[in-house]
């Protein structure tokens, strides 16, 4: 994270300061006045001028490198610390907050954001602005034609000019609104900054002012005051890993070593192997090189679902991280995934997106296959990108959840509704928990930033009949479970038309 924060600081350090503080004063003035403000990640002093006219004391807090780079201008008390970590400031030690374009840079948002609200005063105000990720991701593509924002081999947004390098996520104004609540601020403004074209603004007058702000707003400002205490975060400690192989070869092995070398406040306290009835000796090859690996054999392949469940009846941990073996975690993935659980006490299920190896945007969501999902599926099928696109919903907008080959679940609420049906041997098991657990009155989210690259297929692509095939009866299953005629009618007809994926 130090290294992340030094590279920005090296690209940021030639900017016009002057002009920058002038382009913040909307942020300044709405925090008001007090004795003492926090001025978060920007310790080269932009603002100060303007704080010190408002405040009596300015904190600025920044990564030591930074600081020593480039010392405090007067008047303002420079602290060196992690945003990582807990901030070195007593409880309601400061009046207000400013954070600009900081949060975007930190695998666990929601964690400095409970720490802003344990150091701000009760009635303290809190202004932010961070990309609007709905505009990177979608925005972009009905204003110029580019396809949404991809990811490079470092985790980082790729294709953003040089004062975004550094970026890990992308929060949309939903997953921020959330956030904030959990850690016991009320959201008196939430709007959009740096419309990308007044041209497209004026065009799109006719859109409600959410939308607008949704789709032609480059960054998101929000101004928000304390007026409770943090909810208890539920933070876990501890997940079990349960990987379901099947000749799984050499991504077995990779996907155990990014296990292994997982480091911070969330650790793979157990990791199970279930074996579908493998050829290829992956199994005790990964064995060998890991031994505290607890493998389980099953004499012959029993499906996705049912292997899970096998490990999550042996599961000790609180939390279970299901994995396919084809996936490789990153750096921070299961802290950012567990993070979404203090944001949300309802939350049972959390995924987030993922790449393939190149780099490109993989499968991350699987919607309940309602009428508008196929017909985006078959629009994609057929070669019409851009209106599968506009067809797609919205992750949670028709049903689903975090595609099973990454997701993290809570184990006492995975027991509670059965685990994984069964009777779904490959595909649509993930649809089908996460359906029962909103009618448990729970909840399923996805985490903002890239969590792991998913070599899409590894196993399925030895077999792909048997794939295919299993792909049709998991979801005419699924179909016939929830009482869906139409749509089953729908998607017997579009798979003779396109066949499976």
């Given at each position: 994270m130090r290294a992340l924060y030094e590279t920005a600081w090296e690209t940021i350090a030639a900017l016009d300061l002057e002009g920058e503080a002038r382009a913040h004063t909307a942020e300044v003035e709405a925090l008001g006045r007090g004795e003492r403000v926090l001025d978060l990640g920007r310790g080269r002093g932009a603002d100060a001028a303007a704080l010190a006219e408002r405040f009596r004391e300015v904190i600025a807090i920044d990564v030591a490198a930074a600081g020593s780079a480039c010392p405090p201008p007067p008047g303002v008390t420079l602290l060196a610390a992690d945003l990582e970590r807990p901030l070195p400031l007593a409880d309601g030690a400061v009046d207000a907050v400013l954070a600009l374009d900081v949060i975007e840079h930190l695998a666990d948002p929601g964690a400095l954001l409970a720490e802003l609200a344990r150091t701000l005063r009760r009635g303290g105000r809190l202004v932010l602005t961070t990309p609007n990720g709905r505009f990177h991701r979608h925005g972009l593509e009905w204003l110029r034609g580019r396809p949404p924002r991809t990811i490079d081999e470092s985790g980082l947004l790729a294709g953003l000019p040089a004062p975004h390098h550094g970026h890990i996520s992308l929060l949309t104004s939903s997953v921020l609104t959330s956030w904030l609540r959990a850690a016991g601020f009320e959201i008196e403004e939430l709007a959009g900054v740096g419309h990308a074209s007044d041209h497209w603004l004026r065009w799109s007058r006719w859109l409600p002012r959410a939308a607008r702000r949704e789709l032609f707003a480059q960054g998101l400002r929000v101004v928000a005051r304390r007026t409770a205490a943090p909810a208890p975060i539920r933070r876990a400690r501890e997940v079990s890993a349960i990987v379901v192989t099947d000749d799984g070869g050499e991504d077995l092995e990779a996907c155990l070593a990014a296990l292994a070398a997982v480091r911070g406040p969330v650790r793979v306290s157990e990791t199970f192997v279930v074996d579908n009835a493998s050829t290829d000796g992956a199994v005790e090859r990964?064995?060998?090189?890991?031994?505290?690996?607890?493998?389980?054999?099953?004499?012959?392949?029993?499906?996705?679902?049912?292997?899970?469940?096998?490990?999550?009846?042996?599961?000790?941990?609180?939390?279970?991280?299901?994995?396919?073996?084809?996936?490789?975690?990153?750096?921070?993935?299961?802290?950012?995934?567990?993070?979404?659980?203090?944001?949300?006490?309802?939350?049972?299920?959390?995924?987030?997106?993922?790449?393939?190896?190149?780099?490109?945007?993989?499968?991350?969501?699987?919607?309940?296959?309602?009428?508008?999902?196929?017909?985006?599926?078959?629009?994609?099928?057929?070669?019409?990108?851009?209106?599968?696109?506009?067809?797609?919903?919205?992750?949670?907008?028709?049903?689903?959840?975090?595609?099973?080959?990454c997701l993290l679940v809570d184990r006492d609420t995975f027991h509670a509704v059965g685990g994984f049906d069964e009777r779904f041997f490959l595909y649509a098991e993930e649809i089908d928990l996460c359906e029962r657990l909103r009618r448990a009155g729970r909840s399923v989210a996805c985490a903002p930033i890239v969590v792991g690259t998913h070599r899409e297929g590894g196993s399925t692509a030895r077999v792909p009949d048997q794939a295919r095939a299993a792909w049709l009866a998991s979801h005419e299953a699924l179909y016939r479970k929830w009482r869906r005629p139409l749509a089953g009618w729908l998607f017997r007809q579009a798979f003779k038309l396109a066949g499976a994926p």
């Open positions: 990964a064995k060998a090189r890991f031994p505290a690996t607890v493998v389980l054999a099953n004499p012959s392949n029993r499906g996705f679902g049912a292997a899970v469940n096998l490990a999550a009846g042996r599961a000790h941990a609180p939390r279970l991280l299901v994995l396919n073996p084809d996936v490789t975690l990153r750096p921070g993935a299961i802290t950012a995934m567990e993070a979404m659980f203090g944001s949300d006490p309802a939350l049972a299920v959390a995924g987030g997106r993922l790449t393939r190896p190149d780099g490109t945007p993989a499968l991350s969501w699987v919607h309940f296959p309602t009428p508008r999902v196929i017909a985006a599926w078959l629009a994609a099928r057929l070669g019409a990108a851009r209106l599968a696109g506009w067809l797609t919903p919205a992750p949670g907008a028709a049903g689903g959840g975090p595609i099973g080959a």
